[in-house]
């Protein structure tokens, strides 16, 4: 595989390996005009993001979710919850402890089955399909709590993601013989380019649990995106990070959307949600209770009082 992508590991200060590509990539684009790198980075984008064309549909509804309802025994963690995500919006989802969000993202992505109502990906309802096959039709999501290979490394991690797209595995393929050569050298190309596009490619031969914490989670978001998903949904993506990480990472959130995807995000960090979203649903015990542009819920009396966790009377 080092021969393929240019990489070689070396020592780092601390006795450990990581990797470096070819002439060392961070030092390349240091070298770089700014001329060149735009070009460069019109590049990684184009190869990250090879099939889509911002432009298609943008504004129209991607994925709707209808009156659905989530119950467990007799806890009802979603009531009858409808809202629309647009293609090419960063949609926040937002509200208290355990108001739902996690509930939603897990009905979407086919890890509950709603109760009743229907979640519809270009119109079309998801029905009973499994997880897998609707990361196939296009959702892909990061999770609450990091969930990477540990052993395995950066690269191998996303290049597991690009697997998703092909109909043979790229890990199969490996051991079919030259026929499928082409699709995994495609796939390490693409999975590098990922790294680069989310700002990890230096560390792209380390192990998983290796990397910092900041690099494990774009890890995991460069994973989603090797599924090449037409939603990606991150689950509190900033956890844990001080506010230059969480500074980054909205800059992060912004260029997965510059570059065509459409964003669903959970976040409990007002700020953030408030920097980066186009659009934000609030939830408040499993009932949507707001949605609209960020200066409407900041001013919405409604969620104020979710919030600060005071009676709301009359105020939805
Ligand atoms: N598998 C489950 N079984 C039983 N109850 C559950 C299950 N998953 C979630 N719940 C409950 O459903 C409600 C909504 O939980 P959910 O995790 O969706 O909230 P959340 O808004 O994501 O909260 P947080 O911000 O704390 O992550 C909570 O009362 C939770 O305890």
Sequence with gaps: MSQETGLQEVPDEAGEEHVQVEGGIVAELERMTPEERAEHEAEV?????????????????????????????????????????????????IGPNGAGKTTCFNAMTGVYRPTS????????????????????????????NIRLFGEMTALENVVVGTDARHRTSVLGALLRGPRHRREEAEAVERAM???????????AADKARNLPYGYQRRLEIARALATEPKLLCLDEPAAGFNPAEKEQLMGLIRKIRDDGYTVLLIEHDMRLVMGVTDRIVVLEFGKKIAEG???????????????????????A
């Design 45 to 93: 984008a184009e190869v990250v993001a090879p099939d889509r064309e911002i432009a298609v549909g943008f504004g129209e509804t991607l994925l709707e979710l209808r009156e659905v309802t989530v119950r467990f025994g007799g806890l009802v963690a979603l009531d009858a919850v409808s809202f629309g995500i647009r293609r090419g919006e960063i949609l926040g989802l």
């Design 117 to 144: 109502g229907q979640v519809l990906l270009e119109d079309r309802p998801l029905g009973r399909r499994k997880r897998h096959q609707i990361t196939r039709l296009g959702i892909a999501r990061t999770f609450q």
């Design 193 to 203: 380019a990922l790294l680069e596009f989310v700002g990890i490619a230096d560390r």
């Design 293 to 315: 542009l960020p200066a409407e819920i900041r001013d919405n009396p409604a969620v104020i009082a979710a919030y600060l966790g005071v009676p709301d009377d009359g105020a």
